[in-house]
C-alpha cells in the first residue's frame, strides 16, 4: 500500500499550490454548507429553540425550560413507541440486510443466469414509493377481500389477521423488508465488485470453494458497507413514519397517534396542535438515533482490534 | 383565472403585518375578550361602503376541496368583476386544517375565505381566527336555514360561517336483502337491533349494518339524535365535556350490545376494503348523513335501483328525531384586508339562488337554506338507484327533525376525533368494553383540556 503516497505531491516545494487547493476546496464545499446550514442546522436550532416553551391553547406562549424533554420521558406513549421500533430494529434489520448480503453474494457469484432481470428484480420494489407500496399491501393484507385472505379461507385455514394488534408491527416489518432489499443489496453488490477479482484467483489457485471466497474474503471485504446499511437501517427505522401512517386507514384502531415516535411527534403537532412538545419529542428522537447509531459503530470497531 | 405573481407580491406582506398587529393585540389581553374586530357593536356596514368595495379592484384567496368550486367562483367574479379570486384547494379535511393553522400562525399565507365544517368553527373562533360576518352583511340571513342550521354557524351574538351544505342523518339499505332475509325496516333502535340478530342468522355472511371504530362524526350524529348534548364552548376559555350523561350511555350501551354479540360488523370506513363491502353487499344498511345517497352512487354503481332511504330508527316509537353527521360553511379569517368583499363571496355562492342551485345539482351538496329544501324541483326529483324514490325530499323531511337546541363543539375537535379512535373507537374495533372506552375518551379529553388552559365544566 505504499503506492497512494508517492501520488501526493512533496510537502515544501508544492505550499502555493495546496493553498490555493485549499481554497478551491472551500469553494466546492461551500453550496452544500449553505444549503446544509439553511435546511439542517437552522431548522434543528430554531426546533430546539421551540422545544424550550409551551404554547396553551388558551395562555399562549411561556418559557419552560427543559420542561418537555423531562415530560417525553416519562410519557408512555413516546416511550412505548420507541421500545416497539428498538423491537423492530432487532428483529426486522437482521433479516432484511442478511436477504440483501445473500442476494448479493449470488449475484456477485457468477453462477446465475439473467443476472440483470434478477438484480432488477429485487431492486423494483425501492422504487415503488413507500405510499404507494403500503397502499398495495394494505389492499394484499385486507381481511375480505384481499387475496391472502380469500387463499386462507378457500384452504380452511381461516382469515389471516394481519392487520391486527399482534401482527400489525410483522406486517410492517414485512413492507420494510420488501421495499429495502433491493437499495442494501445494490450498496453491497457494489461494494462486491470493487474487490479486486485477483484475491479471488489466488484463492481459487490455492483450492478455495465458492463458499469459502465468500465467508473469508468477501464478507470481511463488506464489513464497511455492511456497517453503512445498518446505520441507515438504525435511522430509518426510528423514523419509521410513511408505512404506519397509510395502514392506519385501514386500521385507524390498532396504529394509534403514537404508534412510532415521528407518527407521534406529527400527530401532536398537527392534531394536537402541541409544536413545541412535538418538537421536544423530535430532539430526543434525534438523540436516541444517535445514541444507538454510535454504540452500533463502537461495538463494530471493536470487532476490528 | 390568471395568475398574477407580480401583483400579488404586496397582498403577503401586508396581510401579513395585520396579523401581527392582531397577534399583537390579542396575546396581551388575558381576559379573552372578543374584542378582535373592534368591539361587537358595529353597526352593519351602509349601501355605500359596499358598493365602494365591491367596485374597488381587490384579490382575495379562496381555499376550498369541494370539486368544482372554480364554477361558482367564475360565477363571482362575473358578477363582480373588479373582485379577483384566488381559488386554492389545499387538501381535504385535516390536511386543509392543518394548512390553515400553519398560515395562521405564521402570520401570512393565510386565505381571505376558507371553508370549515361545523363542528371545527369553534377550534378557528378560539384565538380570534375568525371575523364576525354580521356587521358586513346587508341582510339578516337568520330566516332562510333550518334553526338547527343557524344555531351551528352562530354564537356569542356572531355569525362565524355561511352555511354551504349539511348532513342529516337517515337510513339507506338495500331492499333486495332486506327481502331476501324477511327483514322490516326497523322504525325503533329496539326494532333494529332485533332485524339485526334476525338479518344475522338469515344471512351469516353479512350483517345488517357496520359500526365503525374510526368515525366518530357518525357517532357523534348518533349521540346528537338521542339528545345528548356532550360539548360545548363559551368562546373564552370554559369547555364542557359531559360524556357520562345518561343519553350518552344509552347510545354507547345499546352498539356495545349489538356489539358483542357479533350482530353488526365493526370495519373501519372510508377505505377501500370497505368500499367494496358495500358494492359486495357486506352491510345491509347505512346510517348515514344526507351527502351519503350521491356518495353511495358513486361507490356501488352496480347496485343501482336495490337501494332505498328511510328515516333513521328512533329512540321512542312515534318520536321523528334526527342528528347532523358534517356538512361545511364558508368562513372569513379575521386576517382578511378586504372583510366586506371576503364576506360577500362567502354570502354570495352559497346563498344567491345560481351558484347556491349549482352546488346542489352539479356539486351534489346538500342544501341547507329553506328555499331550495323546500323548492319542487329538489324534492320532486326522482333517483334511479333508489328505485324512483324521491331521495332529496326524504332527506329535506329528515332535515326537519335535527332537533333546535343548541348542539355545541370543543375548540380542539381534531384532538378529541384523533382521541376517539383510540379509546371508544378501539373498543368498538375489538369489540371490547366500550363504556369503559367512553370513560378513558372523556378522562382524555379533559385532561387534553386542562392540559391547554381551558376550565372544563
Given at each position: 500500500m505504499t503506492s497512494t503516497t508517492t501520488l501526493r505531491p512533496?510537502?515544501?516545494?508544492?505550499?502555493?499550490?495546496?493553498?490555493?487547493?485549499?481554497?478551491?476546496?472551500?469553494?466546492?464545499?461551500?453550496?452544500?454548507?449553505?444549503?446544509?446550514?439553511?435546511?439542517?442546522?437552522?431548522?434543528?436550532?430554531?426546533?430546539g429553540y421551540l422545544s424550550m416553551f409551551r404554547n396553551q391553547l388558551v395562555g399562549g406562549v411561556s418559557f419552560v425550560g427543559l420542561d418537555n424533554y423531562v415530560r417525553a420521558l416519562g410519557d408512555a406513549t413516546f416511550t412505548d413507541g420507541v421500545a416497539r421500533m428498538a423491537v423492530f430494529l432487532v428483529i426486522q434489520v437482521p433479516i432484511m440486510l442478511g436477504l440483501?448480503?445473500?442476494?448479493?453474494?449470488?449475484?456477485?457469484?457468477?453462477?446465475?443466469?439473467?443476472?440483470?432481470?434478477?438484480?432488477?428484480?429485487?431492486?423494483?420494489?425501492?422504487?415503488?414509493?413507500?405510499?404507494?407500496?403500503?397502499?398495495?399491501?394494505?389492499?394484499?393484507?385486507?381481511?375480505?377481500?384481499?387475496?391472502?385472505?380469500?387463499?386462507?379461507?378457500?384452504?380452511?385455514?381461516?382469515?389471516?389477521?394481519?392487520?391486527?394488534?399482534?401482527?400489525?408491527?410483522?406486517?410492517?416489518?414485512?413492507?420494510?423488508?420488501?421495499?429495502?432489499?433491493?437499495?442494501?443489496?445494490?450498496?453491497?453488490?457494489?461494494?462486491?465488485?470493487?474487490?479486486?477479482?485477483?484475491?479471488?484467483?489466488?484463492?481459487?489457485?490455492?483450492?478455495?470453494?465458492?463458499?469459502?471466497?465468500?465467508?473469508?474474503?468477501?464478507?470481511?471485504?463488506?464489513?464497511?458497507?455492511?456497517?453503512?446499511?445498518?446505520?441507515?437501517?438504525?435511522?430509518?427505522?426510528?423514523?419509521?413514519?410513511?408505512?404506519?401512517?397509510?395502514?392506519?386507514?385501514?386500521?385507524?384502531?390498532?396504529?394509534?397517534?403514537?404508534?412510532?415516535?415521528n407518527l407521534y411527534a406529527y400527530n401532536l403537532a398537527f392534531v394536537g396542535q402541541e409544536v413545541n412538545y412535538a418538537a421536544a419529542i423530535a430532539f430526543l428522537l434525534g438523540f436516541v438515533i444517535m445514541v444507538v447509531s454510535y454504540v452500533f459503530q463502537l461495538s463494530t470497531r471493536k470487532g476490528d482490534a | 383565472m390568471k395568475p398574477q405573481p407580480f401583483r400579488r407580491t404586496a397582498a403577503p406582506v401586508v396581510a401579513s403585518l395585520s396579523a401581527l398587529a392582531l397577534v399583537a393585540c390579542t396575546g396581551g389581553s388575558e381576559d379573552g375578550s372578543d374584542?378582535?374586530?373592534?368591539?361587537?357593536?358595529?353597526?352593519?356596514?351602509?349601501?355605500?361602503?359596499?358598493?365602494?368595495?365591491?367596485?374597488?379592484?381587490?384579490?382575495?384567496?379562496?381555499?376550498?376541496w369541494v370539486p368544482d368550486i372554480q364554477n361558482q367562483v367564475d360565477m363571482f367574479e362575473e358578477a363582480y368583476p373588479e373582485i379577483d379570486v384566488e381559488y386554492v384547494n389545499v387538501g381535504q379535511g385535516a390536511e386543509h386544517y392543518q394548512q390553515m393553522r400553519t398560515a395562521i400562525q405564521a402570520g401570512s399565507g393565510a386565505p381571505?375565505?376558507?371553508?370549515?365544517?361545523?363542528?371545527?368553527?369553534?377550534?378557528?373562533?378560539?384565538?380570534?381566527?375568525?371575523?364576525?360576518?354580521?356587521?358586513?352583511?346587508?341582510?339578516?340571513?337568520?330566516?332562510?336555514?333550518?334553526?338547527?342550521?343557524?344555531?351551528?354557524?352562530?354564537?356569542?351574538?356572531?355569525?362565524?360561517?355561511?352555511?354551504?351544505?349539511?348532513?342529516?342523518?337517515?337510513?339507506?339499505?338495500?331492499?333486495?336483502l332486506f327481502e331476501e332475509a324477511g327483514i322490516e325496516v326497523p322504525t325503533t333502535w329496539d326494532e333494529f337491533a332485533q332485524a339485526a340478530a334476525d338479518y344475522r342468522d338469515a344471512m351469516p355472511d353479512s350483517y345488517l349494518t357496520n359500526m365503525p371504530g374510526n368515525d366518530p362524526g357518525q357517532f357523534v350524529g348518533l349521540l346528537w339524535q338521542a339528545g345528548a348534548r356532550p360539548f360545548a364552548y363559551d368562546g373564552a376559555e370554559t369547555v364542557t365535556i359531559d360524556l357520562d350523561s345518561p343519553e350518552v350511555l344509552q347510545v354507547v350501551e345499546y352498539w356495545q350490545g349489538l356489539i358483542a354479540d357479533d350482530l353488526v360488523s365493526v370495519d373501519p370506513d372510508f377505505n377501500d376494503q370497505w368500499y367494496q363491502a358495500l358494492a359486495n353487499g357486506k352491510y345491509a344498511s347505512w346510517q348515514v348523513a344526507a351527502w351519503g345517497p350521491v356518495f353511495l352512487q358513486g361507490t356501488a354503481g352496480d347496485t343501482s335501483g336495490l337501494w332505498a332511504a328511510s328515516t333513521l330508527p328512533q329512540w321512542e316509537e312515534g318520536q321523528n328525531v334526527s342528528g347532523n353527521w358534517g356538512g361545511s360553511t364558508d368562513a372569513v379569517l379575521s386576517s382578511t384586508d378586504n372583510p366586506i368583499a371576503a364576506t360577500e363571496l362567502a354570502r354570495w355562492i352559497n346563498v344567491e339562488e345560481e351558484p347556491a342551485t349549482r352546488f346542489v345539482q352539479e356539486q351534489f351538496l346538500f342544501p341547507p337554506s329553506l328555499s331550495i329544501l323546500e323548492s319542487e324541483?329538489?324534492?320532486?326529483?326522482?333517483?334511479?338507484?333508489?328505485?324512483?324514490?324521491?331521495?332529496?325530499?326524504?332527506?329535506?323531511?329528515?332535515?326537519?327533525?335535527?332537533?333546535?337546541?343548541?348542539?355545541?363543539?370543543?375548540?380542539?375537535?381534531?384532538?378529541?376525533?384523533?382521541?376517539?379512535?383510540?379509546t371508544l373507537g378501539s373498543a368498538i374495533a375489538d369489540r371490547a368494553d366500550m363504556v369503559a372506552g367512553l370513560e378513558a375518551w372523556e378522562a382524555d379529553l379533559i385532561e387534553y383540556a386542562e392540559s391547554q388552559g381551558f376550565t372544563v365544566q
Open positions: 512533496p510537502r515544501n516545494s508544492q505550499s502555493l499550490l495546496r493553498r490555493r487547493e485549499a481554497r478551491a476546496g472551500y469553494l466546492f464545499v461551500l453550496p452544500f454548507m449553505v444549503v446544509f446550514i439553511a435546511m439542517l442546522v437552522v431548522p434543528l436550532a430554531y426546533s440483501a448480503l445473500l442476494f448479493a453474494l449470488v449475484l456477485d457469484s457468477g453462477r446465475l443466469r439473467m443476472k440483470r432481470f434478477v438484480r432488477l428484480s429485487i431492486f423494483i420494489p425501492y422504487a415503488v414509493p413507500g405510499v404507494i407500496s403500503a397502499l398495495m399491501w394494505g389492499y394484499l393484507y385486507g381481511p375480505d377481500f384481499g387475496p391472502f385472505a380469500q387463499m386462507g379461507r378457500a384452504i380452511g385455514l381461516g382469515t389471516p389477521q394481519f392487520l391486527s394488534a399482534e401482527f400489525m408491527l410483522f406486517s410492517i416489518m414485512n413492507i420494510v423488508t420488501w421495499g429495502f432489499i433491493g437499495y442494501n443489496m445494490i450498496i453491497l453488490y457494489s461494494a462486491l465488485r470493487s474487490i479486486p477479482t485477483e484475491i479471488y484467483e489466488a484463492a481459487r489457485v490455492d483450492g478455495a470453494s465458492e463458499v469459502r471466497i465468500a465467508t473469508a474474503i468477501k464478507i470481511p471485504a463488506l464489513r464497511p458497507a455492511l456497517v453503512l446499511t445498518s446505520i441507515f437501517s438504525v435511522i430509518g427505522t426510528f423514523q419509521l413514519f410513511n408505512e404506519p401512517n397509510i395502514l392506519a386507514t385501514i386500521a385507524p384502531n390498532v396504529i394509534g397517534s403514537g404508534y412510532t415516535p | 374584542s378582535g374586530n373592534g368591539g361587537g357593536e358595529t353597526d352593519a356596514i351602509t349601501a355605500e361602503e359596499f358598493e365602494e368595495a365591491m367596485s374597488t379592484p381587490t384579490e382575495l384567496t379562496f381555499w376550498s381571505d375565505v376558507a371553508q370549515v365544517e361545523y363542528q371545527h368553527l369553534a377550534s378557528f373562533r378560539l384565538g380570534d381566527n375568525l371575523l364576525d360576518l354580521t356587521p358586513y352583511l346587508q341582510e339578516d340571513l337568520s330566516g332562510q336555514y333550518p334553526d338547527w342550521v343557524w344555531s351551528q354557524v352562530t354564537a356569542d351574538d356572531g355569525l362565524w360561517g355561511i352555511p354551504q351544505d349539511t348532513g342529516p342523518l337517515g337510513n339507506l339499505y338495500r331492499t333486495d324541483d329538489f324534492l320532486a326529483e326522482e333517483s334511479e338507484f333508489y328505485g324512483g324514490q324521491q331521495v332529496n325530499a326524504t332527506f329535506a323531511e329528515i332535515s326537519e327533525t335535527v332537533p333546535t337546541d343548541d348542539f355545541g363543539w370543543l375548540p380542539f375537535m381534531d384532538y378529541a376525533y384523533s382521541s376517539y379512535n383510540e
